[in-house]
C-alpha cells in the first residue's frame, strides 16, 4: 500500500516549520476583483452549507453588490443584507427568520 506525505498547508509566506519568512504582504498580495469573489466562495462553509458574512463595503470596494447578487443567485444560495454585513446562507433550502 502506497503511503503519502502529510499535506503541509502553510499560510502565504510561511515555511514548513510554521516561521514566517515575512515575504507575503497582505496589502500588496490579497486576491483582488474575481479572485477575491472565489475565495469567498472557495471556504468550508460555502462546500458544507454553512453561513459566510462579508463586510458590505468590501464588497462594494472589491467586486460590486451586482456581481455579489448574481453570484449568490448562480450558486442558488440565500442572501441576507444587515446594516453593515451580508449574510450568505450556503444552502439552496428555505430560511425562515425566526425573529
Known amino acids: 500500500m502506497r503511503q503519502h506525505a502529510p499535506t503541509h498547508h502553510a499560510f502565504p509566506g510561511q515555511s514548513r516549520d510554521g516561521a514566517f519568512d515575512g515575504s507575503f504582504d497582505w496589502a500588496r498580495d490579497r486576491p483582488r476583483g474575481r479572485d477575491w469573489l472565489a475565495s469567498v466562495f472557495h471556504c468550508r462553509a460555502a462546500q458544507t452549507g454553512g453561513i459566510i458574512r462579508r463586510q458590505i463595503v468590501d464588497v462594494e470596494r472589491e467586486i460590486g453588490r451586482r456581481t455579489f447578487e448574481a453570484e449568490v ?10 446594516r453593515h ?11 425562515d427568520v425566526v425573529f
Open 85 to 95: 454585513h451580508y449574510v450568505v446562507v450556503c444552502d439552496p433550502g428555505p430560511v
Open 73 to 82: 443567485r448562480r450558486r442558488g444560495f440565500r442572501l441576507v443584507r444587515t
